[in-house]
């Protein structure tokens, strides 16, 4: 017996609650210095409730071949990766329009 989503009640393989969720965050990318003028980029506004912030973390730190971690609702990578987020985060499912580069 398969497992049942708590969301919309389907069961998990035909569930969408994770993709139209995708649809409507609103994300900002930028880049920070940290300590020791470190650069990270942080990547804000995935809604924790909806999507598994720790999965895309793993995929993005798998793509770029750098450390990350999840903090306070940001995902921060090591290093400049402004210019590949973007694609690997519609690549993911969420909308290009809704991705923002700072």
């Given at each position: 017996?398969?497992?049942i989503c708590?969301?919309?009640?389907?069961?998990k393989e035909l569930c969408s609650c994770e993709i139209i969720a995708k649809e409507r965050q609103k994300i900002v990318v930028r880049l920070e210095n940290k300590r020791f003028n470190k650069v990270y980029t942080t990547i804000s506004g995935i809604d924790m409730k909806e999507i598994d912030i720790k999965e895309v973390m793993k995929k993005l730190k798998?793509?770029?071949?750098c450390g990350g971690t999840v903090k306070e609702g940001k995902i921060e990578l090591q290093g400049?990766?402004?210019s590949k987020v973007k694609g690997t985060l519609v690549e993911m499912g969420f909308l290009p329009q809704a991705i923002e580069v700072r």
């Open positions: 017996m398969s497992e708590s969301t919309c009640g389907l069961p798998g793509r770029f071949a400049n990766h402004r």
